[in-house]
């Protein structure tokens, strides 16, 4: 048989301490694909969502999905077949794309170069 911890419980008849619970879900909207934030229309509704909802962050997934060709083996897509890479490429144009349409929407207090970490 195992010992297991008690806790003890304190009553004092006193009222509670308040503490303000941040909603941190009204801040924050849900967009999808990563590969999304690249179409005008998506970075329209996003400004929106950011001047009249108060929206300050976003999460998406994908962000390193085959559609935003960060890693790459072949030359492939076009008409043409695909040619294997010597070497694999890998290639952040199209995630940096995505990072400055949401800072180009301003939520949030970052500005470009600060990092992404609230968007993570």
Excluded at 36 to 45: F, G, K, M, T
Excluded at 70 to 88: M, S
Aim: net charge negative; charged share 20%.
């Amino acid at each position: 048989m195992t010992e297991q911890a008690t806790s003890a419980l304190l009553i004092d008849g006193q009222e509670p301490a308040e503490v303000p619970l941040h909603h941190v879900w009204n801040e924050c909207v849900g967009a999808g694909r990563a590969n999304e934030a690249l179409r005008a229309d998506w970075q329209a509704h996003f400004r929106e969502a950011v001047q009249v909802l108060g929206a300050r962050h976003v999460r998406f997934h994908g962000l390193f999905h085959d559609d935003m060709f960060v890693y790459r083996t072949d030359y492939g897509g076009g008409f043409g077949p695909n040619q294997p890479l010597p070497e694999p490429v890998y290639t952040f144009a199209y995630v940096d794309k995505v990072f400055d349409a949401i800072l180009d929407a301003g939520p949030g207090q970052r500005k470009r170069g600060q990092g992404f970490d609230f968007l993570l």
